[in-house]
Nanobody, 115 residues
Framework: QVHLVESGGGLVQAGGSLELSCEAS????????MGWYRQAPGKERELVAS???????NYADFVKGRFTISREYADKVVYLQMRSLKPEDTAVYYC?????????WGQGTQVTVSW
């Protein structure tokens, strides 16, 4: 079983930056994908970005050029660097982990972007 601990998030003005981080621990398969999803009020949860061990990255169109996903510490920590934030980026951001052994969600962290 994998346990995820998220940090980061908060309140920022439009145009600002924030960084989220998520550390995985437990039974981690050598090949896995870690990423970030978000869910705004009244909307479905959607993929923001993901990154597999080995470096393959995937971004949602709405964050390309603004957000960067990376992994460090033997791929156990995933970061989401968010720049040029917009009010429509306001949502709860969830860390996600999946491997052949299953998937795990983080508890979520609130990101609020104000005008």
């Amino acid at each position: 079983q994998v346990h995820l601990v998220e940090s980061g998030g908060g309140l920022v003005q439009a145009g600002g930056s924030l960084e989220l981080s998520c550390e995985a621990s437990g039974s981690i398969a050598s090949y896995n994908v870690m990423g970030w999803y978000r869910q705004a009020p009244g909307k479905e949860r959607e993929l923001v970005a993901s990154m597999a061990t080995g470096g393959n990255r995937n971004y949602a169109d709405f964050v390309k050029g603004r957000f960067t996903i990376s992994r460090e510490y033997a791929d156990k920590v995933v970061y989401l660097q968010m720049r040029s934030l917009k009010p429509e980026d306001t949502a709860v951001y969830y860390c996600h982990f999946r491997s052949i052994l299953g998937e795990t969600w983080g508890q979520g962290t609130q990101v609020t972007v104000s005008w």
